[in-house]
């Protein structure tokens, strides 16, 4: 099962390799793993999506709440949390197929932010799904590229009945 | 005021109450060296090899509770404490690891005697620095000093490259080390310790498992009023042993793969099996579905990652042992003896640890019989690794804590003699024995030098069976007596090789000498090393073999 892990850690140089080579040092593939600053520049938050079992995972949670640069760690996997992902992808468009493309585009509410007589680019965000399913649309065209930032999370605020 | 950083560390160490400092110097480090040059309040122990200096550091730890202090030049010298510091880490040592690095702006270039030492070392220290300005230098020292010795203690290395310790800045020592992201938890949640008090009034077959951290918490003499108010044996891991008097009715010695028979029984026949301060490491263990199988499981730990790591924990209790086990104490309730303590005496006396003994040729473990009889147990014994850290765990019978130094975790042959130097630098009045192997001891033979500089009256065991002989045991026994790169069919007379530096060096052969030469070796003012010429064919019983469940001990072989 996949779980996705909000770690704040201290912004400092060092501390990508403490976390990733916690993770490598196990034998333990990241799926993805993403960092930027908070609203506090001394802090950053790391984004990380692994998969294995549930032992394993309690293991990896408790070895990053050991690690000294390491402020809080929440594996937010069975919360209400929301989740974004940045995907730019480059498709193979010739102008006569483009108006298909471009309405594709629209159904995911995604935005074309580069274009050549051969190919458009397109940019698009949201959660794992969705990005997995702009991509399975848009391969039939021919893909040239992908680039995929990675999850970001962050808890929902309000947890209660509406 | 300002100062250097050279003297901004001196200073800082000193504010740390370090007065010992191990190492060897060079290019990288030699400002520091310099300053250390007019000082008097810290004393430096130049080693032979700066493997030594982190071994050093880390038996002086061990000896005295409080955090060893080693140093070495950038490159060669940082990359030779690599295995000091890993061997410190497996077995929660506190220790801080200084090493030089090359200038600031020459990192990263492959400069002369560059490494990246923070690199190497990330997966076996518990934190470590890489100072780039010299204003975060005296704040370093003092969270690396923090962070080694609380909590779960552990190694933190300290990078200092050469320009940063050349640089100044005005001085002042932090009062408080304030790390967000590291607050050890030392008190025990009260309904978890109240959980462990019901499940020992309940359990009908309890046994207390006691590891190196109730030696490092402090916690004997909490753990014997606990064994003793609820009458429940204790069996003490290689790293608790001296946690619990040996020579008590209720300790039943080390368990795993050269546990006693009682031992291991005990786990597997127990209903509540509470362990403090260990953590089911592999050779306690064996095979992990078979360990307990009738237990409900405590574990008492500081470190969090350690419970349900690799055995599944029912109550646990995070927090320092001390701490928890005074709580415990104030409110278990008070048991009297049972069957269960009825039988475990009963396999106690019926299957003790023993040996074939002989008048023809001498028996290892009579060599350590004898160092405990010769000491009346009052010393410091510090092992390498293998046959001779087995024998000298069971047949010297440990009782107070802090007595028995020697790798557990990362299995370091070569640690006992350096530790060895540590320990009697950190107990000048202790009489400190090294029992060594053959094998072992060739790998920091060098430090005889350190032992006649500083004129340290380590006293060296070997027992040298001429074999690696724990492989040689396993090669034996499994791979049909076929000794693959096991024997030294080239083996110096240690006894002369111990002469050439300086030390008093003795050849044993007759078992009937073996007493008296340990009786000299006591009387000698000064550093001597006993070379027992061992029963090569002797192995280490009983044996659990690799992957097997703990009571499928083999207990003797023809």
């Known amino acids: ?162 | 005021m300002e100062l250097t950083g050279a003297e901004i560390l001196i200073e800082s160490l000193k504010r740390e109450g370090v007065d010992i400092l191990f190492g060897i110097p060079g290019g990288a480090v030699i400002s520091i060296f310099d300053r250390l040059y007019d000082e008097k309040e810290i004393r430096f122990i130049l080693v032979r090899h700066e493997q030594a200096a982190a071994h050093a550091a880390d038996g002086y730890a061990r000896a005295s509770g409080k955090t060893g202090v080693c140093i070495a030049t950038s490159g060669p010298g940082a990359t030779n404490l690599v295995t000091g510091i890993a061997t410190a880490y497996m077995d929660s040592v506190p220790l801080v690891a200084l090493t030089g690095q090359v200038g600031t702006p020459m990192i990263g270039s492959d400069a002369f005697q560059e490494a990246d030492i923070t690199g190497i070392t990330r997966p076996i220290t518990k934190h470590s620095y890489l100072v780039k300005d010299v204003r975060n230098l005296a704040r370093s020292v003092k969270e690396a000093f923090h962070i080694a010795s609380t909590g779960r203690p552990g190694p933190v290395l300290i990078d200092l490259p050469v320009d940063i310790v050349r640089a100044s800045t005005d001085f002042t020592y932090p009062e408080k080390a304030e790390i967000r992201g590291y607050r050890p938890n030392y008190d025990g949640h009260p309904r978890q310790i109240k959980k462990v008090a019901e499940a020992i009034t309940e359990a009908k077959r309890p046994v207390i498992c006691a590891g190196g951290g109730v030696i490092i918490s402090g916690a004997a003499k909490e753990l014997r009023e606990l064994a003793e108010k609820v009458q429940t044996p204790v069996i003490t891991t290689l790293l608790g042993l001296g946690a619990f008097p040996s020579d008590h009715p209720l300790s039943l010695g080390m368990p795993g793969m050269h546990g006693t028979y009682y031992a291991n029984i005990a786990i597997t026949e127990c209903d509540l099996l509470i362990s403090i301060g260990a953590r089911f490491d592999d050779r306690v263990t064996g095979k992990v579905e078979a360990f307990a199988p009738h237990a409900k499981i405590v574990h008492i730990d500081i470190d969090p990652a350690a419970i349900s790591k690799n055995v599944a924990v029912d109550i646990p209790v995070v927090g320092d042992a001390k701490r928890i086990l005074v709580e415990l104490n104030r409110i278990v309730k008070k048991k009297e003896r049972s069957e269960w303590n009825e039988r475990l005496d009963f396999l106690k006396r019926k299957y003790p640890l023993q040996y074939e003994k002989s008048d023809k040729v001498i028996k290892p473990q009579y060599v350590v019989e004898q160092i405990y009889e010769a000491t009346k147990g009052e010393a410091i014994i510090t092992t390498e690794v293998g046959q001779n850290q087995m024998w000298a765990a069971q047949y010297f019978k440990y009782s107070k804590p802090r007595s028995y130094i020697s790798s557990g975790g990362l299995g370091t042959m070569g640690y006992g003699f350096p530790a060895a130097i540590g320990a009697q630098i950190a107990r000048p009045d202790a009489i400190v024995f090294d029992i060594a192997g053959d094998g072992s001891f060739q790998m920091n033979i060098q430090e005889l030098a350190t032992v006649v500089q500083y004129k340290l009256p380590v006293k060296v065991a070997i027992l040298n069976n001429r074999f690696l002989g724990m492989v040689r045991q396993w090669q034996e026994l499994f791979f049909n007596k076929r000794y693959s790169a096991t024997f030294f069919e080239a083996l110096p007379d240690f006894a002369k090789v111990a002469e050439a530096y300086g030390v008093k060096g003795l050849s044993i052969t007759d078992p009937k000498d073996v007493r008296a030469a340990i009786e000299e070796a006591i009387s000698t003012d000064g550093p001597v090393v006993l070379d027992f010429h061992v029963d090569w064919e002797e192995k280490v019983f009983p044996m659990v073999p690799a992957g097997k469940a703990i009571n499928e001990m083999i207990e003797r072989m023809a």
């Not at chain 1, 040092?25 to 600053?37: M, Y």
């Not at chain 1, 893909?143 to 999370?153: C, L, Q, S, Y």
């Open chain 1, 1 to 162: 099962m996949k779980h996705t892990i909000s770690v704040l850690v201290e912004n400092r140089f060092g501390v990508l390799a403490r976390i990733s080579g916690l993770f490598s040092s196990r034998a333990f593939n990241i799926d993805s793993l993403s960092v930027g600053e908070t609203e506090d520049p001394t802090v950053s938050r790391m984004t990380i999506v692994v998969g294995g079992d549930e032992r394993v995972l309690e293991q990896v949670t408790k070895q990053l709440n050991r690690l000294i640069d390491v402020i809080k760690v929440s594996d937010l996997t069975g919360e209400n949390f929301v989740e974004r992902e940045l995907l730019l992808i480059k498709v193979a468009a010739t102008p006569s197929i483009r108006s298909e493309i471009m309405q594709i585009v629209d159904i995911f509410r995604a935005k074309i932010v580069d274009i050549s007589p051969t190919t458009l680019t397109i940019e698009a965000t949201g959660g794992e799904q969705k990005i997995d399913a702009i991509i399975g649309m848009l391969r039939p065209f021919g893909i040239k590229e992908i680039a995929r930032t990675g999850k970001v999370a962050m808890p929902r605020e309000f947890r209660g009945k509406v």
